[in-house]
């Protein structure tokens, strides 16, 4: 489950960086809870989720907390339907199969965000592309794209044809959600999936598609551009589906240099961005690197309304650089959780080890240490979206299983 990562400096450093009219702080280093003073209009089903404000800068009560991993291995629920289902595409293609894994940690923690248990390669089978997910193996592509032939066989994206069951269980969580939690959806971006495409499965070093991209230019952008037109479909279906935030995962772009990223990943980031809000002006877009430290300024400029920073950023050092504007998501991991930052309560005490095999029973904990949180910057701010990892590894969403 997700928590905050703060800096000791976090109120002095936020201070710094006030939104538009936030007033001077008299005492910027200690800790202010926060306003949850409500009226009539605020409460369960009668407002915007909780998540939806906080995107639009909206003054909260608290910051919204959900998981990026908030389905899967760590829910003894979820193992013993995996006993019953084996497949991982099963159960993310099958529409009752999916909203019931979806739903299982809403029902059990009630998370601020419920993420649709899929998988970032399920398009791929849409655009001519063979792909299974194996137990203990990941992804295999099962004709790797290699030349300009390979490129010229993948096909455009018809959700409607080949992912009905994605919009089928979107509009269902919707409905068994109301507006008691933000419902979310997710694609891959282009050079993740393409890395996957091109090295016919999951990679160490990306050498392949790398070599591709250096060597065979022609090649790289013809794919690059290839997927990009297809995440875009995806992305604009699934927010017709139901989905009310769409987060983009570039789970493996920090293997390009910056210089390289700019030619190789960040022209199709920002024309997915600016594509889709022509025709979706009001659906959040949350953009994800993992070990995006380096990339941070240049994954704002794609106008994605969310820089989703992974457990390596400091969450100060991340306002401080991309500005009051700036909505930004944090994470906290929680695989030795020990949730004592200075932004938390002092009393928020030990969880309880390592979170390792079935731990549901202690996320409810968890939640319940992280809400009634005391933060230490102005909500005049853009408001950071609070998520989760349950271990230490890159967080995409093929490791949801």
């Known amino acids: 489950m997700a928590a905050l990562a703060a800096a000791p400096a976090l109120a002095a450093r936020f201070a710094s960086v006030r939104g538009k009219g936030s007033k001077k702080r008299v005492a910027p280093c200690r800790a202010v809870s926060v306003d949850t003073v409500t009226d009539a209009t605020t409460g369960p089903g009668v407002t915007d989720p909780l998540m939806l404000r906080a995107i639009r800068g909206d003054k909260v009560e608290r910051p919204p907390i959900w998981m990026m991993r908030q389905a899967g291995r760590y829910m003894k629920i979820y193992q013993d339907l995996c006993k019953k289902h084996p497949t991982f595409r099963e159960r993310s293609e099958t529409v009752d199969l999916a909203v019931e894994i979806s ?32 137990k203990g193996t990941g992804p295999i592509i099962m004709d790797p794209v290699r030349s300009m032939a390979d490129v010229q066989k993948i096909t455009p994206l018809d959700p409607t044809k080949s992912v009905s069951f994605v919009g089928e269980s979107l509009q269902i969580l919707r409905k068994e959600v109301g507006n008691d939690a933000t419902v979310l959806g997710f694609v891959g971006a282009p050079f993740t999936l393409a890395s996957y495409i091109v090295e016919g499965g999951t990679s160490s070093h990306y050498k392949v598609i790398k070599k591709m991209a250096f060597d065979e230019p ?49 022209p199709y980031l920002t024309r997915i961005v600016q594509e889709v809000k022509l025709t979706h ?72 080890g390592p979170i390792t095999g079935d731990c549901s029973d202690r996320l409810p904990r968890l939640l319940s240490i992280h809400r009634p949180i005391h933060v230490q910057y102005t909500y005049r701010l853009p408001l950071p979206v609070v998520h989760t990892s349950c271990n230490t590894r890159p967080i995409h969403a093929q490791q949801m299983d």
């Open 103 to 134: 739903l299982q940690p809403w029902n059990a923690f009630k998370p601020d965000g419920v993420i649709l248990f899929s998988d970032i390669l399920t398009p791929l089978a849409g655009m001519n592309i063979e792909f299974d997910i194996v």
């Open 218 to 266: 022609a090649v790289y952008h013809a794919l690059l551009n290839s997927i990009t037109d297809s995440v875009i479909t995806y992305v604009k279906y699934q927010a017709d589906s139901g989905a009310q935030v769409v987060q983009i995962f570039d789970s493996w772009a920090s293997e390009f240099a910056p210089s390289d990223f700019d030619k190789y990943c960040l």
């Open 281 to 352: 002006p009001d659906l959040p877009l949350i953009l994800y690197a993992s070990g995006c430290g380096g990339l941070l300024e240049r994954l704002a400029t794609t106008g994605a309304d969310v820089i989703s920073l992974d457990g390596t950023v400091d969450m100060a050092d991340a306002r401080a650089r991309l500005g009051p504007e700036q909505a930004v998501q944090g994470t906290h991991c929680f695989a030795f959780p020990n949730p004592k930052p200075p932004c938390f309560t002092s009393n928020a005490g030990d969880c309880g």
